[in-house]
């Protein structure tokens, strides 16, 4: 995994770009999402304020701009990608990035607004989405593929819930599992399958030391690291 710049919006705005060669994937992201085969994945951090209309053609840009060629998974986060953190378990790893400022519970009743962290919350804190990108070196079939967005977004909210954060998620986070090439596919991966577990350990850690890095910077302050 790297991380990249570019100048944007009157700044420098990083990025993660993955390259592990030609994989199967399953991602809800918007550019390449679906069940596919991806080259790359890149999780690019944008203002806080955006508000483009065509977010596809803007992955596009970018994947340009840092030379990805070929299929590939492209997402979007106003949340700080350099505060990436990572889980691994035998194997497995995932890598989440993490904003909290607008916490929600997925099924929430129709016209009520999901609660804000904290109105008085400093500039650079107030993104809200939770990207996890996991890397599993064995093959999936199809349906494994599936069960392993299901177990990643279950560890997800363990972890937020760990951390101490009342929601599910945020109305924007996003996954991307890419299998590995290795051997005939797998075809399960619930939590209590093999891989299935490796995957929620992993996202769990992950997305709990990310929700807890959250949760101490904002408490820091706007000098905080």
């Known amino acids: 995994m790297d991380t990249v710049w570019r100048a944007e919006a009157g700044g420098e705005l990083p990025a993660l770009v993955w390259r592990p060669g030609l994989r199967k994937v399953i991602s809800s992201g918007m550019l390449g999402g679906g069940i596919g085969t991806a080259g790359w994945?890149?999780?690019a951090q944008v203002p806080g304020g955006y508000s483009r209309?065509?977010?596809?053609?803007?992955?596009?840009?970018?994947?340009?701009?840092?030379?990805l060629d070929g299929p590939g998974v492209g997402l979007l986060t106003a949340a700080e990608v350099r505060a990436f953190r990572q889980g691994r378990d035998g194997g497995v790893s995932?890598?989440?990035?993490?904003?909290?400022?607008v916490p929600t519970w997925a099924a929430s009743p129709e016209g009520r607004p999901d609660p804000v962290l904290a109105p008085t919350v400093p500039e650079q804190f107030r993104?809200?989405?939770?990207?996890?990108?996991?890397s599993?070196?064995?093959?999936?079939?199809?349906?494994?593929?599936?069960?392993?967005?299901?177990?990643?977004?279950?560890?997800?909210?363990q972890a937020l819930l760990e951390a101490g954060y009342d929601c599910s998620g945020t109305a924007s986070d996003a996954v991307c599992v890419a299998a590995g090439p290795r051997g005939a596919p797998e075809p399960f991966?619930?939590?209590?399958?093999?891989?299935?577990?490796?995957?929620?350990?992993?996202?769990h850690a992950a997305v709990l030391a990310g929700a807890r890095d959250y949760t101490r910077r904002l408490e820091a302050g706007p000098s905080s690291p």
């Open 41 to 43: 994945v890149l999780n």
């Open 53 to 67: 209309m065509d977010p596809v053609a803007h992955l596009r840009e970018l994947a340009e701009r840092f030379g």
């Open 127 to 134: 993104p809200g989405t939770i990207n996890i990108v996991v």
């Open 94 to 101: 995932a890598t989440a990035t993490v904003g909290l400022r």
């Open 189 to 203: 991966a619930g939590p209590r399958s093999v891989w299935g577990a490796r995957i929620a350990r992993a996202v």
């Open 136 to 157: 599993v070196p064995v093959a999936l079939d199809d349906a494994a593929l599936v069960n392993a967005v299901m177990t990643a977004t279950e560890a997800k909210t």
